[in-house]
């Protein structure tokens, strides 16, 4: 114990006064117990120790208690007496019991001590009030697990541990961390988290808005922000995320903050910048969120009202959309809580999986989706990329000028339900869906897991967290896009049961009826030359083989096989087959020059050749 306060004292009998007073008030939690001797000349060395309950915001971690020890001891010969405060758990690493101590016994240092009281009622309450932060004070020594409550829900908590013989001291940290601790440990709310392996460590801070838009709505209410410091700061940006119980008003001081860093063009950002910014900003989102949520009460309202009467005046309409679109643009929340009366008018087109296989799955939704959209007047074709964040795609099309806008509305699959999202489009029409990535609700223990799904490719993975077995697959994506006088000239290529453009045949290769789906980037092409040519895809290589096809008859999507497993016909023709008249094909081209194409050159090759007289018969 090396801390030791040394105060003048009346006698020991008041001392003895404020003990039984300490007992009296915190009961069978606070102990007297005879305490070691500090030397020959101690007369009577006493101690206090109380047990501190884990309060509610401790719960995630692997204590139940704390036990605070004050030692008390008066020599014969003087008239003051010596006191030592101390912090320990029986179950903690003795490194971590050592700097709580010490974090202890510097604040009982720090409280006044008269001659008529010692502050041992103010020690217990400031160790319950900083309980997370002192067990937390040796961040190797705390290691995260996970685990499985009553009713299945997974937790995640904290255990103490010994810390490895690697392990830093706060004191080997990074001149820029250890500078941006000591500025943050200026601040009275926040503490130190954990501490990786690779020399970063964590922080919760509470963030105080000066915003007066915040102080009108919400008062001097805090925020509680986590942040985190690499081990080579500040070199590579800090991570701050905000922590509010509000969800909504998470993600939107979140996304500020994303622009914040984006716009700093490359230039390292602290703590305390990211912090300022949340400060000085956080009115303006909540006046923003509050706006959102106006807005959809403004929205449901008129929806209800359109339902009664199927009127709505063009100047409330105007400015609903107006609204909706600058919340859109700016918090660029999900679309589908402030999408606005023409949305909804406009007819939809679903998006079925077809021969949907779900084994160990109860229920997915989509969280990246992949569109392939043509221009309804030029069909030049337009790739989409959509996510619960960003579910509205607006753009002019740079061909023919016209201005295209498509909606993705996220709907739940589950085994009655094979339609994953239901499109709203202006100005084009959807053609295909590349790829999917899908948060995926295991059957067993309803864990999430997200998978990257194509057409035709099963994924099989087992669930992250009881390991059940599952697979996903579907067969194709098709579009339930209802036929207009608009969009029948321009409906997409294809079609089940018709036949694709030119039955699927290309200028490189005539007589392959067949379009071809390349794993790399998920679009149809009748070959690999025009996949080479055509491809703007980053991901595309040269020479890959393509996994699906689709008949040219029939446009029905199937894997490779020279046949059609649906209508029966042949997607090659060789040889001497009917319609062939070229002379190699590979070696079992064409042989009769009448059945030769004219513009064969090997119709006519060599009938002026002199014929040989001399050893033949001649007829």
């Known amino acids: 114990m090396d801390f030791e306060t040394k105060r003048s004292f009346r006698d020991a009998e008041a001392l003895q006064r404020i003990l039984r007073r300490v007992k009296e008030e915190f009961g069978s939690k606070a102990k007297l117990k005879r305490s070691r001797k500090r030397g020959k000349e101690s007369i009577w060395p006493v101690a206090v120790e109380c047990t501190v309950e884990a309060p509610e915001?401790?719960?995630q971690y692997d204590v139940e208690e704390l036990v605070v020890r004050v030692e008390f001891d008066q020599h014969k010969d003087e008239s003051t007496v010596d006191s030592v405060a101390s912090c320990s758990n029986p179950a903690f690493p003795e490194r971590l019991n050592h700097t709580m101590s010490k974090e202890v016994g510097a604040r009982w240092e720090d409280l006044s001590v008269t001659e008529q009281e010692w502050p041992?009622?103010?020690?217990?309450?400031?160790?319950?009030?900083?309980?997370?932060?002192?067990?937390?004070?040796e961040p190797y020594c705390v290691e995260e697990y996970t685990t499985v409550d009553e009713s299945g829900a997974t937790l995640r908590r904290m255990a103490f541990v010994e810390p490895p013989a690697s392990c830093q001291d706060s004191q080997e940290l990074s001149a820029g961390i250890m500078r941006e601790l000591e500025c943050l440990g200026k601040r009275s709310d926040w503490e130190l988290n954990w501490e990786n392996h690779d020399g970063g460590v964590g922080f919760r801070v509470m963030a105080a808005?000066?915003?007066?838009?915040w102080k009108a709505a919400k008062g001097d209410q805090k925020i509680p922000m986590t942040g985190f410091l690499p081990a080579d700061f500040p070199a590579t940006n800090c991570v701050l995320e905000c922590r509010s119980s509000n969800e909504r008003f998470g993600k939107l001081v979140n996304k500020g903050l994303e622009k914040y860093v984006a716009g700093a063009g490359g230039r390292s950002l602290n703590p305390r910048q990211l912090l300022h910014f949340v400060e000085n900003h956080a009115g303006g989102i909540w006046t923003l969120l509050d706006e959102v949520h106006g807005a959809r009460g403004t929205v449901s309202t008129e929806s209800r009202a359109m339902s009664e009467d199927g009127n709505l005046s063009d100047s409330s309409a105007e400015s609903n959309d107006s609204l909706a679109a600058r919340v859109r643009e700016s918090a660029r929340l999900e679309p589908s809580e402030t999408l606005d009366s023409q949305h909804r008018s406009r007819p939809r087109m679903a998006l079925h999986l077809e021969e949907l296989e779900m084994r160990g799955i109860c229920m997915?939704?989509?969280v990246s989706l992949a569109v392939s959209v043509a221009c309804s007047h030029c069909r030049t074709p337009q790739e989409l990329r959509f996510d619960p964040g960003n579910a509205l795609r607006r753009w002019t099309c740079h061909h023919c000028g016209r201005a295209c806008e498509v909606f993705a509305e996220r709907t739940m699959v589950h085994e009655r339900s094979d339609t994953i999202s239901s499109l709203r489009c202006e100005g084009c029409i959807p053609q295909d869906v590349p790829f999917l990535s899908l948060s995926t609700t295991c059957t067993s223990c309803d864990a999430s897991t997200t998978v990257r799904v194509s057409s035709g490719r099963p994924v099989r993975y087992a669930c992250h967290e009881c390991h059940a077995p599952c697979r996903l697959s579907y067969a194709r994506c098709l579009s339930s896009a209802p036929t207009t006088r608009t969009n029948k000239a321009f409906a997409t290529p294809m079609r089940p049961g018709q036949p694709l453009p030119l039955r699927g045949t290309c200028r490189h290769y005539r007589r392959s009826y067949r379009w071809m789906r390349f794993p790399c980037c998920g679009h149809w092409y009748p070959c690999?030359?025009?996949?080479?040519?055509q491809s703007t895809n980053e991901g595309c290589q040269p020479h890959v083989l393509a996994a699906r096809m689709a008949c040219g008859h029939c446009a029905y999507e199937q894997a490779f096989g020279a046949q059609c497993v649906k209508c029966g016909a042949k997607l090659t023709t060789q040889g001497k087959e009917r319609g062939h008249t070229k002379h190699w094909?590979?070696?079992?081209?064409?042989?009769?020059r009448a059945q030769l194409s004219r513009n064969d050159p090997k119709k006519y090759a060599g009938m002026n050749k002199t014929q040989k007289k001399k050893g033949g018969k001649q007829t």
Do not use: I, S, T
Not at 125 to 132: C, L
Not at 585 to 592: A, F, I, M, Q, S
């Open 120 to 137: 041992l009622k103010d020690l217990f309450q400031w160790v319950e009030e900083k309980f997370v932060v002192l067990v937390v004070k």
């Open 57 to 59: 915001a401790a719960k």
């Open 364 to 366: 997915m939704q989509y």
């Open 528 to 533: 690999d030359v025009c996949h080479e040519l």
């Open 585 to 592: 094909e590979g070696g079992k081209g064409c042989r009769n």
């Open 209 to 213: 808005p000066v915003d007066p838009e």
